[in-house]
């Protein structure tokens, strides 16, 4: 069975032929180290990965890149705050290595290399060197901007006109031939307007007037512009050409249009052969997003839910839908995966005690494993539909909970090819841990404020208001929020 996915670039599912048969190119834009990453970041990250492990289990040797963007205004802006640092590359370092324990406590397979961009000025500056004396781009005041209505294809890959491409406001209006050029480099330090804009005013900080790194250049000293960074260094450790390139839905236009004008005019060659593009990612009606405040970081939610009740809760939905983020839709995970869990550890238990024999057959159960095998790989390779492949999971936890159920001699080898199959899709390709105890405080927690709540009751009950009032107040210091109404009390965290 063909794997295809869904190309944004042609807006159709076609078949994946890697240039090469035997090894994928991968590359995803990852964050820019201004803030803590959230359950949006996370949320990617795992589609990602799972990407990465289908095609490993399709035989391919994946080459995967994932940058990361250290030089940024945003980041600028956090200097003097709290303990973050008192420089860029400081507040960078500290965002880049929680950043980096995420990924891992999320058990995530490790990219090949995560470059950042503050270790690639030279290879950014012979890039922009190339662009220019290619005619691509041109200098003006200091600074490089890509001239749009040099490069043909530009459009292709957002589906727009050069007449309806809105300018991109990232210089003085005036140094550029149209509105629509973008910056490759930018003259002098980091804008402090854009600084100012991203700082909040309740928040301290020690530096008044903080000022970001610059690099001396060929046209002076200066910071590379934001879309010149990720061609620079996928071609740094791919290739000029690679196979797949990952990100999320808001970065189809400008910064993966441009990505592919700037690359493809500096080296004559199709970019991306694959564009897939991760959805929105919210929280209530809004996308969650660190600039809107509204997001749940990694560092809390791992811890609270557990890594495999949230990596069953980002697979339940497809990488290019919508989801949106509920404290039910993760307990529903929370269930979905102890049934799992439960029903992997029934196969194990039952297939290593003396009920299971060599000699009993039973063709339900073969046939049930089969299915689900057969209904997960044709779900994956239908664009890496982690819905669907989720589905087959859960089929399989039942037909195997049916065995178990409905006899006391069971099937030795259907049992053990219920195994494998859990072991291998399960682990291998969700990257889910069935034999270890990675589970989050979130059930502990509720059955503990429920049990603080009804000793509360009771105190109230027996006139000891001082005391319930106490229980309240220290409930509500720790962060639940206690409503009492007509029908009783309620809470949430």
Known sequence: MTLRVLNTLSGELEPFEPADPDDVLLYYCGLTVSDFAHLGHARTWVHVDVVHRWLDHLGYDVRHVENITDVNEKIVARIGEDDLGDSERAVATTFTDQLLADMRALNLKRAEVYPRVTEHIPEIIDLVETLIEAGYAYETDGSVYFDVHSFEGYGKLSNQTLDAVEPQEDGDRSEKRNPADFALWKAGGVDSEAVADHRHADRQYDVDTPDGETWESPWGVGRPGWHIECSAMSMTHLDSSIDIHMGGRDLVFPHHENEIAQSEAATGEQFARYWLHADLFQMDDEKMSSSLGNFVPVTDAVPRFGVNPLRVFFLSASYNSTQTYSEAAIHEAEERWERLQSAYRRANDAADSSAAHTTVTDDTLHAGV???????????????????????????????????????????????????????????????????????????????????????????????????DQLRDELEALGIEIQDTDDGTTYRL
């Open 370 to 468: 089969e299915d689900a095998r057969d209904s997960f790989t044709a779900a994956m390779n239908e664009d890496f539909n982690t819905r669907e492949a989720l589905t087959a999971l859960s089929a399989l936890a039942s037909t195997v909970n049916t065995h178990l159920d409905d006899h006391d001699a069971y099937d030795y080898r259907g049992l053990r090819r219920a195994i494998e199959t859990f072991e291998t899709f399960g682990e291998d390709v969700f990257g889910l841990d069935f034999t270890g105890t990675s589970e989050g405080t979130a059930t502990l927690a509720d059955e503990l404020v429920s049990l603080v709540l009804d000793v509360r009751e009771d105190e109230r009950t027996a006139g000891n208001y001082e005391r319930a």
